[in-house]
């Protein structure tokens, strides 16, 4: 299996909504990330986890917060959401190479998120 | 700020002609990388090439790398319609490899 999936695909939530992005992939890799992209533009790394942990905030707002409760899956927990928040949310995973260096990502197809 | 940026923005080519896209970087890296995404959908790596590397070539595609310009240029020969996509360099620095920036991107248009 070399799919990341991403749910749901889209959503749509007011400024004061809880709700959450799921995002799982079972190619054994212990890298997991999550992007913003806003429209016709490149993605911009949120949060990196690595080994379940927690290895890179890109200073993200606090009213996102991610989780990773295991090795396969990854949470985007959104809370409290301005309209500018609205974007695709990315999902990707890769090996973890002892050598640090980058090993390709895999992507989902994203959550077309928009706020309301 | 942007570790990566491409040009030109936009290419519109037609099918069987060979496109050419190019990204600049900033600082040193451990290795470079080219994804494409097809419009709202997520990216596909496409080929990585590493820093002590200067060309590699998968298919229809060929990557260079040249470090002491920090540029590397994309090559699709025989373009078909199918590759209508935005094209994305990314790259790790050196000190940082856990983050992955993405260039400004080409979006590439195939006309049949």
């Known amino acids: 299996d070399t799919e990341v999936t991403q749910t749901p695909k889209h959503l749509v939530m007011g400024m004061t909504n809880k709700k959450s992005l799921k995002c799982e992939q079972h190619m054994g890799h212990r890298a997991m990330y999550w992007y913003k992209q806003k429209a016709k533009k490149p993605p911009e790394l949120m949060f990196v986890y690595s080994y379940e942990k927690l290895s890179i905030n890109e200073s993200v707002p606090s009213r996102f917060s991610p989780e990773c409760p295991n090795s396969s899956l990854l949470n985007l927990h959104l809370h409290a959401l301005q309209p500018e928040d609205s974007a695709l949310y990315l999902c990707?995973?890769?090996?973890?190479?002892?050598?640090?260096?980058?090993?390709?990502?895999?992507f989902g197809p994203g959550t077309r998120l928009t706020v309301l | 700020s942007q570790q990566g940026e491409e040009d030109p923005q936009a290419l519109s080519i037609q099918e069987g002609e060979n496109a050419t896209m190019n990204c600049s970087y900033k600082t040193s890296i451990n290795n470079l990388q080219w994804y494409r995404q097809n419009s709202g959908r997520g990216l596909v790596h496409l080929i990585l090439?590493?820093?002590?590397?200067r060309e590699k070539h998968s298919g229809r595609l060929r990557v260079t790398l040249d470090t002491s310009k920090k540029s590397s240029s994309l090559l699709i020969t025989a373009s078909r319609a199918a590759d209508t996509a935005s094209y994305f360099c990314a790259t790790d620095a050196a000190r940082s490899a856990r983050q992955l920036t993405f260039g400004s991107g080409t979006q590439l248009t195939v006309l049949p």
């Open positions: 990707a995973s890769s090996q973890v190479d002892m050598g640090f260096t980058y090993n390709e990502q895999f």
């Open positions: 090439i590493r820093s002590n590397e």
